[in-house]
């Protein structure tokens, strides 16, 4: 089996579906605007916030902020790429012409991946450019300290959150399923959890919570709860989570019946 | 060739095939006959390594399927006519896997001549109907232009002339020398298509024998002999030591193996009247029902009778048979 073969008919899949276009255009789109309309508004209104949220503020993760809704439309995306193979039927005939399904599960994911962290990096470029010129003399300059990272940071983590949600459909083999155990994990779960002080050590592991870490480029000092691990330590915990995702729907692909 | 041997599949605490052996030769069309639920699909797809089999083993070519390095050049299936993405055109569907298997992309154009699809090509295949749906599939299976095809049920959904395209496609390619296994519930149709037959019952081998010798062993020919004086005809052939079978609504007899020339003049030499004197023929499809009677697995009940196994988990222990009664059938011809 060519696998140059497998990443080429995956490629063609990808960007011969209307779903593709509309979810990552979607999420560029949401993460920019969204992002755009918060500057502009934090900038307005900067004077009149209390100082320590003054002290605290972060125009790098301010704009890309957006990220945080716009990241709906690359869960929906990674769901789609796999959960379609199933919903449609399409899954026997892709295994039958890719038996290997190792190398059927590696060239999907490697080809929706890679289009999601390139999506995600202009998206978070653009977002972060866009977010600097309307902050006004609020902005910062991508050449201070931590702030490429951060910028760099935002495109991975669509990546790693698209390929969170393709491992996850894999082992669910459903789109809705995916679907409706993701989004009211990132959009409810996630963010109750993390609000309540008993269980907000819990909610640091998650892979979204562990995993935006990455963005900032200042720390959340004022309430005193620092999460125990750095920017990349966070993108780490999540990439694990992603990769647990995906061994366990490679492990779901091999034993259960297509 | 494909080689399966013992082959079985269970789901849960259902054998859905049941230690399957037999080849598949090219250069025919070999048919895969049995009733709905027979197994027939399922062995399909662990042919072609989609379920995992619980035991027994299937080689292409002396190979396992996922050992073929790209198998749609050896093998081309035709399973489920939607197992297509339906936002994709029916190009693009076949693009994608004509890719995978580096199979040149002018191939695409040309097997969807073949099937007749070129005017819908950029079409998405959702808004296919049933018979272009079953085309694409076609298509599909043709890409790598193979030496084995294998059809699970391709008339499904197809007008007269599409069945009749598809059964000259077969032959067709039997006739290149390629192996060609095809599926169906329907004796009328293999008969008219297959050259080999395999017939299966609740996942068991009924039947591989070639056509020819499927028609032989059970196409039973009897003659019909309806009198007013059904009493002294039924005393006569007694007396003459012929079998015959009255039948209960009728008030016809029926008689085995005595040609109806001998009746007739037998009936004249006595003085009896016939009404009817008719030599007849078992459809295959009769002979297929009768085979697969005691394990036809969906059937339907008379409308008051118990309800007991309908919809299907019903062993065959509690399935009245249709044939129950019908003498011995060549059941396990091999
Ligand atoms: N995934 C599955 N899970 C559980 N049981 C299954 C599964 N697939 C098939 N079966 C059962 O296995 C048996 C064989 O089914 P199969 O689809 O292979 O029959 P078939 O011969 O193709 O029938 P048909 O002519 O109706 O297409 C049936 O009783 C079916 O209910
Ligand atoms: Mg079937």
New interface residues.
Partial sequence: MSFPAVLRSEWTKIRTVASTVWTLAAAAVVTVGMSALLCVFLNSQFENMPKEQQLAFDPTASSFAGMSLGQAAVIVFGVLVVGTEYSTGMIRTSLAAVPRRGSFLAGKLLVATALALAVGLVTSFVSFFTGQALLGEHSIGIGEPNVLRAVFGAGLYMAVIALFAMGLTMVLRSSMLALGILLPFVFLLSPILGSVDATQKVAYFFPNVAGSRIMQTVPAVLDGSEPPYGPWGGFGIMAAWAALAVVAGYAVLRKRDA | MIELEALTKRFGAKTAVDNLSFQVKPGVVTGFLGPNGAGKSTTM?MM?????PTSGTVRIDGKH??D?????KHIG?L??A????????AY?NL???A????IPASRVGEVLDLVGLTAVAKKKSKGFSLGMGQRLGIA?ALLGDPEILMFDEPVNGLDPEGILWIRNLMKGLAGEGRTVFVSSHLMSEMALTADHLIVIGQGKLLADMSMAEFIHQNSRSFVRLRSPQQEQLKDLLHAEGIAAAALPDSGALEVDGVASEQLGELAARHGIVLHELSPQRASLEEAFMRMTADSVEYQAHAPGAPAAGVGGQAGPADAPAWGAGAEATSKGGR
């Fill in positions: 797809r072609l390594d989609l379920d995992n399927y996922r073929l390095s790209e198998p749609l299936a399973l489920d939607k197992a297509m993405h339906g936002g994709r055109s693009n693009l994608c896997l890719q995978s298997n580096r599909a």
